[in-house]
């Protein structure tokens, strides 16, 4: 019998919506030929016709758990196409369940979720294939975002599309509320990244010609482009950069301040921000 790659039983699920077991024994069946595969599962009525990798799965449902001493936590998405399954009850207990199995087993990857057991010897990515079949829609695990550090904060905002982690530097309960504003700054924010030194060098080559480029565009002499760019750098860092922006709650004060008014060595070490 062929021996069926771990990517190709993906594929197959992701083309027919059916199981990743049901999907492998297609393909070994098949001799891993995936137009045959496909029809062995429609002949065993376990496919539908549709191909659902062509539909969009931009609804679902995002959540991010940490540990009891808060020094890890995980952020995923189950995504589907529409908002009526999404708001599901059940729906949302799956994707729960996923975060939790997520948060106490810690794996590297979303591969590495995805092989995990759901229940008994059903893996997370078996329960996610099923229920493509089930629910009729696409349904995917599309991230997994997994977080270390002294103290782990978190948002999940209440219409279950958007959720934040945030890693601060100490773990003193006193700074808990301090965390919890951070992560609700970066979920009204959306900050790059927590520093101007964590910035993507990619986002600052692009910015930088926007700059020179809006700065052409306004007559200014090629000479003065560079200047007027980087000038334009430093503004996106402190409107963009977690600790340089304007604190919500406080416009008097960047992030980065507030932390420091509540302890000299108070900050950021990391944060993820997912959302639909």
């Not at 539908?48 to 540990?67: F, I, P, T, W, Y």
């Not at 106490?104 to 995990?116: G, H, S, V, Y």
């Not at 604190?247 to 980065?256: G, I, Q």
Request: glycine content about 6%; proline content about 2%; charged content about 30%.
């Amino acid at each position: 019998m062929v021996k069926v790659a771990v990517a190709d039983i993906q594929k197959l699920r992701e083309l027919t919506g059916a199981g990743m077991m049901d999907c492998k024994k297609a393909l070994e069946e098949s001799n891993a030929d995936f137009e045959a595969a496909q029809d062995w599962l429609r002949k065993k009525g376990i496919a539908k016709a549709a191909k659902r990798e062509e539909r969009e799965a931009k609804e679902g449902v995002v959540v991010a758990l940490v540990n009891a001493d808060r020094t890890r936590g995980v952020i995923v998405s189950l995504n589907c196409e529409t908002d009526f399954v999404a708001r599901n009850e059940n729906y949302i207990a799956m994707t729960t369940k996923i975060a939790e199995i997520a948060l106490e087993k810690f794996p590297a990857t979303l591969e590495d979720l995805m092989a995990l057991p759901y229940e008994g010897s059903v893996t997370i990515a078996d329960k996610v294939g099923e229920q493509n079949g089930i629910i009729g829609e696409k349904i995917e695990l599309s991230r997994y975002e997994p977080i270390t550090g002294a103290q782990i904060l978190t948002y999940n905002h209440s219409n279950n599309k958007r959720s934040v982690l945030v890693a601060l530097t100490n773990a003193d309960t006193a700074f808990e509320q301090a965390g919890r504003d951070v992560a609700m700054q970066i979920a009204a924010m959306n900050p790059v990244s927590v520093s101007k030194d964590d910035v993507d060098p990619k986002i600052v080559e692009k910015e930088i010609e926007i700059g020179k480029e809006l700065a052409r565009n306004e007559g200014k002499a090629e000479e003065m482009l560079e200047k007027i760019a980087l000038g334009r750098l430093n503004k996106f860092f402190q409107e963009s950069t977690l600790l340089s922006q304007k604190f919500v709650k406080d416009n008097d004060k960047t992030v980065d301040q507030y932390l420091k008014s509540l302890n000299k060595d108070l900050t950021v070490s990391s944060f993820k921000h997912v959302w639909l």
